[in-house]
């Protein structure tokens, strides 16, 4: 009896691995398509004579989506805390999978005029409210669901997920602008990878309705007014510590993307191709990092992680900023690796530093502050500082300052928990 017991728990847990694994792909991919086409996006929603006008603008509407994934958290982190965590899983996939199908069918600026850009922002928006729910609610519900000594490798798989969704989303693009023109990438072929979100995202609501988890947390009263009134500290300790994550990841995973294609004049091609071998590189490493997250401890990862991005972001965009693709190649691999041991060490000191009975609401807020405020922005804060500097090093200037944040946050004010009972 013991032996099946032992197993069913097993079988639940590689459901919920694959629950937390599958919705994130499919969210993540999603949401980053947008990021990925944003210079067509620009040219059909938002036109300009000045084409860095329309670039910012695109990447404006990609920010206004992470500006509301604080307010998304608070929602969707109350759903998790007073209703359950699978409900709240459940329900962002679908708030995600409608506005991502609509955009593929809006009409641009040159047929409904200023509706257009009203109405792409507007959908941005509803993807952000999701996002801000989903990313965090799965990490909670992985940790929760793992093995002691097990938590950042068990909760990693919610990033990983996230990342090979991020890397579908390249994938796709790569595919397209290899198989078409320019010209009819911007007629129609812009559209096809969110088309093909809708079913990404059933798969995703099919898998995790099969999921059985046993809710035993303890429902608060009022989860936003218990987070806001005693545990404000924690709340701003988890944010800060997430500040380098979303800056260096937006930074060389999104915004890059662009940055290869309208700085260092290569073809969209290249600049995809390079994305997605530095995603998949990415993947290799998030899982061994948590591992060794679980087993040296959080705090040695956040430190290496951030100090390398602190003060190796510049020089890292200096090879990014070639026109050799294997140099370019080398400077997102630093990114990489920085990018891969903050992920292994936030993996679990997110949960962690979260009181339960607030986790879902009080983490998807601090998280998402910190990832939609400064990450989601960067790819427009990028864009802004070089065309008003000229430099186009600029943005490892941004991703340096908020990184020694992180630096200075973990040294001096965050506590060791990878070897602590999940509170």
Known sequence: MKAEAQGASEKGRFHAIAAGLIGNILEWYDF???????????????????????LIAAFG???????????????FGHIGDMVGRKRALNLSVVAMAVPTVLIACLPTYESIGVLAPIAIVALRIVQGLSVGGEYTSSLIFLAEQSKPGR?????????????????????????LTG????????????????ALGFVVAITGVLIRKSVHVEDTSEKPKSPVREVFAHHKGAIVRVALINLALGTGFYAVFVYAVTYIKTIDQLSSEIAFNLNTLSMLTLLLLLP???????????????????????FGAIPLFSLIHHTDPGVIFLGELGFVLSVSLISGGTA???????????????????????????????P??????????????MPGYWVAATSLVTLITVVFFVKETAFDPLP
């Open 288 to 310: 061994a990092c948590a591992w060794l997250s679980d087993r040296l401890g959080r705090k040695p990862l956040l430190i290496a992680g951030s100090f390398g991005l602190a």
């Open 151 to 175: 938590r950042a490798f068990t909760a990693i798989w919610g990033m990983w997920g996230a990342t090979a969704g991020i890397l579908l989303g390249s994938f796709i693009g790569g595919i």
């Open 179 to 194: 198989m078409l023109d320019d010209q009819q990438v911007m007629a129609w072929g812009w559209r096809l990878p969110f």
């Open 61 to 75: 509407a990609f920010a206004a989506g992470f500006l509301v994934r604080p307010l998304g958290g608070l929602v």
């Open 32 to 54: 980053a398509v947008y990021g990925y086409f944003a210079a067509v996006i620009g040219k059909q929603f938002f036109p300009s004579d000045n084409p860095a006008v329309s």
């Open 348 to 378: 679990g000191a997110n949960v962690e530093l979260i009181p339960g009975v607030v986790r879902c609401t009080g983490l998807a807020f601090a998280y998402n502050l910190s990832i939609g405020y400064f990450g989601g922005t960067t």
């Open 380 to 393: 427009m804060i990028a864009a802004w500082l070089i065309d008003s500097t000229g430099n186009p090093l």
